[in-house]
């Protein structure tokens, strides 16, 4: 299990700086446009940051939750939720990229 909770913990943080990225370009063109479908891209940007935080605090820092994850969830079910900020790097990731450009 450590190694998919390793994997878990270097996508969430791979996920929260993806957001800051998307977060800053969709700031910024807000702040020039001030439309409200950038807006609503910026809330998304938050709220999804807030979420990947938050799963960062829990495998980093909050041992009880953390060893609740590791011993009381099936093991199937345990690697199936690390592969979901996985496959969420992969799309934010994409998303930067062609926001960026």
Known sequence: MSLWFDVA???HALN???LVGLGYVWVRNYLEFRSKHTLGL???SV???LENAFA???YMFDG???AWFATAVPAPAWQGMMML???EAVGLAF???VTWD
């Open 64 to 66: 009880v939750l953390a």
């Open 85 to 87: 900020p996985l496959f």
């Open 9 to 11: 913990r270097v996508a």
């Open 42 to 44: 910026l809330l998304f």
């Open 56 to 58: 960062l605090y829990i």
């Open 95 to 97: 998303l930067l990229w």
């Open 16 to 18: 929260v700086l993806l």
């Open 47 to 49: 709220f999804l940051l």
